[in-house]
C-alpha cells in the first residue's frame, strides 16, 4: 500500500493528502550536535515518541541519500534511488528519485521557496505552482490530537518515500507502542532500533532505525498487516546523511543540461475571428477566483466579478467585485470552482477539519449563496461535471494508498463507485475527465515491456470499464473536446526531444499533429466552448533557473497557429463563455500573481478590472461561471 501512495504522489496532479495540514509552530530550538544522545536502549515508548514528535528541532538542513525497495505481492521488487536536500526555514527543497528497475521512473521535484517544480526527466513534462503558504512552516512540531494526525506540511509537497523518513513525527502519531531492541550504526550514524505496534495489533507495523542525536529515521522496514502474516512489504535504507550544512540557491535550480527549448518556427500572432455583437450579463458569466493577501493576519476570501467587466470594463456595465461567504475557513491547498455545464451549481472539494481531513464534496448554489455537503472522505481531489450536468465524478483517497472513483447527482443521490473494474495492477489511475457519459481512466504508471499506458473509459451506469486504446508512456493527460469529437494531447518523443501537441478521434485514430517544440513543456490544454480551437501553455526556457511561459491558439485542423501572451508561469486557461476571451492565469507577474484576459479578436491584452479589486492581492484558481 506504501507503494501506491508513494506513486500517487508523484505521477498525480491530484490535491494532495499532504498539502491540507495546517501550520503548528516554529521551534527555534538549536540543532543537536552529533554525539549529544537523546535515545538509548532504556528510552522508554513516550520518551521516544516524543524524541520522534520533536524531531525537526534538532536539525536545520538535510542532506540524505539511499534506497527504496518495495517487495510485491507476486514475488517482484520495485527498487528506486534517492537523493533528497531540505531546507525547511526557508521552504526549499529537492528530490531526485530514479527508478532502478524502471528507467521510466525518473522524477525530479524542488522549490525555491517561491515557486514548486515537479519534472519528469523522461518526457520533459514539468508541472509549476506557487509554494503553498500553508507548508511555510519551518521546524514543524505537530501538535498531540488523539486519534488525530498532522503530517508534516514541507513533506507534503515533496510526497517521496525516503524524504519521509526526515519527518519522523509523520510515524509517531498513532495509538501504540515503541519497543527499543538495540543500538545498530546506520549511515556512520549510531541509531536505535525501535519497533512499533499498533495498539489493536500484536505484531509489529514498522521497524525503524533512529539517530539517536535528532531522531530522524535512518532505514525503516513495514510489515503487512491487512493480512495478518507481518511480511515485509518495504524498506529503506539511508547511505548517506548531512546535517545542517548550507546550501548554494543554485542547487533548488533547473538543472543547467534540462533540455533547451526551441520555438517553433512561422509562428505569428494572428487574431481569431469570433464575432461581435452586444453582450447581456447573462452571456458574459461571472468569474470566481480567490484573493489572497500580500500581508500575513488575513485570510483567503472567495471573491467574484461580472462577466461584464471583461466586456465593457469602462463602459459603466461592471458592478463592484463581491465576496462569496464561504462556511468554512481557507486553510489549505485551494483547486478551482467546478462549474455545471448550465453554471447552476459548482462542485468544490475542501476539508472543514482543523487538520485538513476528512475532505467533503461542496454543492455551491450562486443564487442561494448556500454550500451543501454531498460527500465526506479522507481525501477528494478536484471534482468533474458530466458533459449533460447529471453527474459529479470525484477519486477519492484513504491517505494509506488506497483510491476509488465515485459518481453521484448533484443532491448527493445514487452515489456509487465505479472503479472496480479497472484492472488493479494499473493502479493508480489518473481521471481526465468526461467523453459523453464515460469517464475516462488512464494508468499513471507504464507496464509491460512496451511501457504503455492503458486508457479505459468507465460507464456510469454500471462502472464496467472498457479498453480505448493502448498509448506510448509519454502522452500527457487527454483532453476531451466538448462536442466528443477529438482527443487533445501532448506527445513526447524522447529521442528528438520534441513535444507534439497532437489531436485524435475518441477511438485512437486519425492523428493530426497541431504544434511541436524542442524541449519545455506544453501544460495545461484546454478546448474552446465551441470545440472549434484549442489554448495551451509552453514553458520555453529554464536554462537560467526561470521559467519563460507562452500562451497559443490553434485550430482542430493545425490552422492558424498564434501567440497570444507572454509570461513567466501559466498556471490555468479558461475560455470565456462564448469563447471571445481567453482568461490566463499568471501566477507570478510584475505584482504578484494576478488574471490576465486576452481579446481573441484583436490580441489586445489586459489585466482583470473591476471596482474594489486590488492588487494588493494575488487572484488565482479562477473559473468561469456560465
Known sequence: ????????????????????????????????????????????????????????????????????????????????????????????????????????????????????????????????????????????????????????????????????????????????????????????????????????????????????????????????????????????????????????????????????????????????????????????????????????????????????????????????????????????????????????????????NANGTPTKLWLFDPVANTWTPLAEFPYIDPPFWSPDGAWIAFRTQDGLGGEDVYVARNNGSEMKSVSASLPAEGKPYIMDGWLTDNIIMRSALPRGSGNTYTTYFVRVGDGSASPMFETGAAKSQFSAAPDASLLAYDEYDSSSQKHILKVMGTDGTNEVTLANFTGGSIYPIVWSPNSQWIAFNYY???SDGAPSAEVYIVGRDGSTLSSVYKGTTVGRLVFSPNGKYLLVEETTSATGGHLFLVNLATLETKILQAPGLSTDYDWYAPSWRP
Not at 496532479?13 to 552529533?34: G, H, I, K, L, R
Not at 522496514?221 to 548517506?240: H, P, S, W, Y
Open 540 to 542: 520555453s526556457n529554464f
Open 1 to 352: 500500500m506504501k507503494r501506491i501512495l508513494f506513486l500517487m504522489l508523484i505521477f498525480l496532479t491530484a490535491c494532495s493528502a499532504m498539502e491540507s495540514t495546517p501550520v503548528s509552530y516554529f521551534d527555534a530550538s538549536p540543532p543537536v550536535q552529533p554525539g549529544s544522545a537523546i535515545l538509548t536502549v532504556d528510552s522508554t515508548s513516550e520518551q521516544i515518541q516524543r524524541a520522534m514528535l520533536e524531531s525537526a528541532a534538532k536539525w536545520t538542513t538535510l542532506q540524505i541519500n539511499g534506497v527504496v525497495t518495495w517487495y510485491v505481492a507476486d514475488g517482484t521488487t520495485q527498487v528506486y534511488q534517492e537523493q533528497t536536500w531540505i531546507d525547511p526555514l526557508n521552504s526549499r527543497y529537492k528530490v531526485d528519485l530514479n527508478g532502478t528497475s524502471n528507467a521510466a521512473d525518473k522524477v525530479l521535484k524542488f522549490s525555491d521557496g517561491v515557486n514548486i517544480y515537479n519534472v519528469n526527466l523522461n518526457s520533459g513534462l514539468v508541472e509549476t505552482s506557487s509554494y503553498p503558504d500553508s507548508a511555510r512552516v519551518g521546524q514543524y512540531i505537530p501538535p498531540v490530537s488523539e486519534g488525530t494526525a498532522y503530517p508534516n506540511p514541507i513533506w507534503g509537497q515533496m510526497g517521496t518515500p525516503l524524504s519521509e523518513m526526515a519527518f519522523s513525527s509523520n510515524y509517531a502519531q498513532g495509538t501504540g507502542t515503541f519497543k527499543p531492541l538495540g543500538i545498530e550504526t546506520i549511515a556512520g550514524r549510531e541509531t536505535l532500533v525501535v519497533e512499533w505496534t499498533r495498539a489493536s495489533e500484536s505484531l509489529p507495523a514498522f521497524k525503524a532505525w533512529l539517530d539517536t542525536s535528532t531522531t530522524v529515521i535512518l532505514k525503516l522496514q513495514e510489515f503487512g498487516m491487512k493480512d495478518r502474516t507481518g511480511a515485509l512489504q518495504g524498506e529503506r535504507i539511508v547511505n548517506e546523511v548531512i546535517y545542517n550544512q548550507t546550501f548554494d540557491p543554485s542547487l533548488f535550480t533547473m538543472p543547467s543540461d534540462f533540455a533547451q527549448a526551441v520555438m517553433p518556427t512561422q509562428v505569428g500572432s494572428l487574431p481569431i475571428e469570433t464575432g461581435s455583437g452586444s453582450m447581456s450579463a447573462e452571456e458574459a458569466g461571472e468569474l470566481y477566483f480567490f484573493l489572497q493577501p500580500h500581508q500575513a493576519g488575513t485570510s483567503i476570501q472567495l471573491a467574484k466579478v461580472s462577466g461584464m467587466c471583461v466586456f465593457d470594463s469602462a463602459g459603466g456595465a461592471c458592478p463592484p467585485l463581491q465576496i462569496v461567504n464561504v462556511p468554512f475557513p481557507f486553510n489549505f491547498t485551494i483547486n478551482a470552482l467546478s462549474w455545471s455545464p448550465d453554471g447552476k451549481y459548482a462542485a468544490f472539494s475542501y476539508s472543514d
